[in-house]
């Protein structure tokens, strides 16, 4: 399978005929022919979706940095609920210990970045998977009937493409992997980094964590920064 991966809409957008895909309606970004255009339509239709998982994620990570230490034990079913949602070990460690640990993993993905992989994933909204699966990531599932078979799945293999409900599910599907896989732990540390320094990390600084996202590896992560770039996603999105 091929590689696992203006911010307002200008009056001079045409509408688009539509194709209904698992409840709800989808641009046929195929019909532009204006290459411009049809990037300010696809942001535009993927934002306002990473804009409210990061807020969910907001308010989960509000709950935790409100937490005292007289407050945990009060709290600590919740806590072990997130926890284990985030793959933080918690069986037999003090709780401000998993606190913190989930401090490192319950934490926004800057726009620029979603944006440039739903791009790259999805070829622009237009490709199968994005049509007929709402998946715009490339994420796999791995029992039958869970997805889309890819055409050129290997002889033994059986992974599928997963099929969302939405859009919206894919994007919170993709966020949560960021934030808890273990491929993605540079990812998270250079994050946690910036927050020490009481900044926030753009896309281009957290790009450089997600080579195990695609067997390209390296080359992968190149084409994410010269999209991040070229299109100015860091500067329009992420301030």
């Not at 046929?28 to 993927?46: G, L, N, R, T």
């Amino acid at each position: 399978m091929k590689n696992i991966i203006f911010v307002c809409l200008m009056a001079s957008i045409l509408p688009l005929p539509s194709m209904v895909v698992a409840g709800m309606k989808v641009p046929d970004f195929s019909h532009y022919k204006d290459v411009k255009k049809k990037k300010i339509a696809f942001f535009e239709f993927m934002l306002p979706y990473i804009k409210k998982s990061n807020a969910e994620i907001k308010k989960t990570r509000g709950f935790l940095q409100a937490l005292s230490a007289n407050q945990l034990s009060k709290q600590q079913s919740r806590l072990i609920e997130i926890a284990e949602k985030y793959r933080v070990s918690h069986k037999g460690k003090p709780l401000l210990e998993v606190k913190r640990a989930l401090l490192k993993k319950v934490d926004i993905i800057p726009p620029s970045l979603a944006l440039a992989q739903a791009a790259n994933e999805s070829a622009w909204g237009t490709s199968r998977f994005a049509r007929k699966a709402s998946n715009f990531y490339g994420q796999w599932c791995f029992t039958k009937g869970c997805g889309l078979v890819p055409n050129q799945r290997g002889t033994g293999k059986g992974h599928e493409v997963r099929k969302f409900d939405s859009a919206f599910i894919s994007v919170k599907s993709y966020i949560h992997n960021l934030n808890s896989h273990p491929a993605y732990a540079q990812l998270r540390e250079i994050r946690y980094k910036k927050r020490q320094q009481k900044q926030r990390a753009t896309g281009l600084e957290l790009v450089v964590g997600l080579e195990k996202y695609s067997q390209r590896k390296h080359e992968y992560v190149k084409e994410l920064s010269n999209m991040i770039r070229f299109n100015k996603l860091s500067r329009r999105y992420d301030s």
